[in-house]
């Protein structure tokens, strides 16, 4: 009798059963795959962005709470491999500086993603990413010939950007553009500034997953789309490698920021409806 079910039961039926116990449009779950793969793909070539450049659109589809958990799966798993692949190149010094003042504002962050509903932390995300948007296409990268390592008020103002890049990492697990404002400005090299930036991902990530299976966060839901989406972060991984020693990396980051900007529009549209 199963057999007979099993075989009358639709198409669609059985690929949202398999997918998930949640009734979603499989066209949803190939934007997510397709977003997941060209922002993984940016976040290798360059070392950042591709959280927050999924969130948004991945948000529109499945709701803000339920995206963030998932995406931050993808980030550490394009970490480990990123860090794993370049791990001669990680400025240690750096990466204990970004990590020890963003760890300090961690706990924030982490308190007010608890107490904070799903639109209003749309809107701060759209304003803050569409902040970091128009910022990113007027400045996308530092001068190959900029050495200075952050002296003077100038260096006390960006170190205390990574504090508040710490308060929204906890947030929203998308504090990465505050942390890159300073570490582009420490970091000239482009593939050091790469790996540097992914151990540091990966070290902040692995923090919030931990917080987040002890207090039980997960559901069974996040961790099934986690792990069907990790393919597509692996092949973004393994494009955005092989581009990164090969692509104009100024053109490409600006393309980045504008595809920011869209995706901030998008989600204030979507959290002040």
Not at 212 to 225: K, S
Request: aromatic share 10%; glycine share 10%.
């Amino acid at each position: 009798m199963r057999s007979r079910r099993a075989a009358t039961r639709p198409p669609s039926a059985r690929w949202r059963r398999w997918i998930d116990a949640r009734v979603i449009e499989p066209g949803h779950y190939a934007l997510i795959f397709a977003v997941i793969l060209l922002a993984n793909t940016a976040s290798s070539l360059t070392g950042f962005g591709g959280t927050i450049l999924a969130l948004p659109f991945v948000a529109l589809v499945i709701g803000l709470k339920l995206a963030v958990p998932v995406l931050v799966v993808q980030a550490w798993v394009l970490a480990v491999f990123i860090v794993t692949e370049a791990h001669r190149h990680i400025s240690w010094r750096d990466w204990a500086k970004i990590v020890g003042f963003v760890i300090a504002g961690l706990p924030v962050g982490l308190w007010a993603a608890t107490v904070m509903p799903e639109d209003p932390l749309k809107v701060a995300l759209g304003l803050f990413t569409l902040g970091v948007g128009i910022y990113g296409v007027i400045h996308p990268m530092p001068r190959e010939d900029s050495r200075e390592r952050l002296v003077g008020w100038k260096g006390r103002a960006l170190t205390a950007l990574l504090a508040l890049g710490g308060v929204v990492h906890g947030a929203f697990a998308t504090g990465g553009p505050l942390i890159v404002v300073y570490g582009t400005r420490a970091i000239p090299e482009k593939s050091v500034f790469r790996v540097t930036m992914s151990a540091t991902w990966l070290t902040l990530n692995t923090i919030l997953l931990t917080q987040w299976f002890v207090r039980g966060t997960f559901t069974p839901q996040q961790l099934h789309l986690a792990g069907l989406c990790i393919p597509f972060t692996l092949a973004g991984m393994a494009l955005g490698t092989f581009a990164h020693y090969r692509v104009d990396e100024v053109l490409f980051r600006r393309a980045v920021y504008a595809v920011l900007i869209a995706a901030a529009i998008m989600l204030l549209v979507s959290g002040l409806s």
